[in-house]
């Protein structure tokens, strides 16, 4: 075999085995892709109950009306985003020629027995200034509309799918009471929890109702309510939003989602080209 044959038979190997490399790596990141995404299919029984906490019947919600997808990465870059815009970035630390002090040598480079040094503003010195401190700048960033959009459906759909959604009747108020609120907030429950309690040597566990009142809560209604908004706003982990003012990041925050039946008619309208922003 020539040294011409050689060498072409050596690059083909070369050649092939980078095609079977980059065909690995492609096979690896669409298994991550996929991992990334959740298909979501069926439909869900979201409870509802009334102000005194009574389930009074179900409304059923089909997971193809929110995208019938959840992307696990698009959420987290838009809760990124969102936790990105709200800083204020005023942050401003002074470097060495901005701290008060003179630049002056503080001793002769030799002779003294001590180790060299030159200005006190230098940052090794206390007083001085900071090395590569950060400096006012501004952290707001944008994706793409359709993306946010597509996020915080998916964020509703995930709240539907794990059964942390209720819907609320006679949730709206005619005066800003706050006590009305919390009243229902208490009445209705989502569940139960174990506490221990120990006396002397014995110890008794005791199952107590968790209810609204005990969790964080975002709190849906169809349009701007004067009343209902003023009666929840004092409310310590309620937070309170007409359902087209939601966002991912606002309803991934709060345990729990409670909707008026307007509310979720809101969010049920279609959106258009929002599930092909999580491709």
């Not at 009343?227 to 345990?255: D, M």
């Amino acid at each position: 075999m020539t040294a011409t044959a050689t060498y072409r038979q050596r690059r083909d190997e070369r050649l092939a085995g980078g095609k079977k490399a980059k065909a690995r790596r492609d096979e690896a990141k669409e298994k991550i892709r996929e991992e990334r995404i959740v298909e979501v299919t069926g439909t869900f029984a979201i409870p509802v109950v009334d102000a005194a906490g009574v389930q009074t019947g179900t409304i059923d919600v089909d997971a193809a009306e929110f995208g019938g997808k959840i992307s696990k990465q698009l959420l987290h870059e838009v809760v990124l985003m969102y936790l990105a815009n709200q800083r204020a970035g005023t942050h401003h630390t002074l470097r060495r020629g901005e701290v008060a002090g003179s630049s002056k040598k503080l001793f002769r480079q030799k002779g003294t027995g001590n180790a060299r040094a030159g200005t006190k503003r230098t940052n090794k010195r206390k007083g001085g200034g900071t090395a590569k401190g950060p400096k006012p700048r501004d952290y707001e960033y944008h994706l793409p509309k359709k993306a946010v959009r597509a996020a915080t459906r998916m964020a509703l759909l995930s709240k539907f799918r794990d059964g942390e959604a209720v819907i609320v009747e006679g949730l709206e108020q005619t005066a800003p009471k706050t006590q009305a609120m919390t009243k229902i907030l208490k009445a209705v429950k989502i569940g139960k929890k174990t506490i221990k309690k120990v006396e002397g040597e014995v110890e008794t566990s005791i199952e107590k109702d968790v209810s609204l009142f005990d969790t964080t809560v975002l709190i849906g209604t169809g349009a701007y309510d004067e009343n209902t908004y003023k009666s929840s706003r004092n409310i310590e982990g309620v937070k309170i939003l007409p359902a087209a003012e939601f966002n991912a990041y606002t309803v991934l925050q709060q345990r729990r989602l409670v909707l008026t039946k307007a509310a979720l008619e809101v969010l049920r309208k279609p959106a258009t080209s929002e599930a092909d922003a999580a491709e």
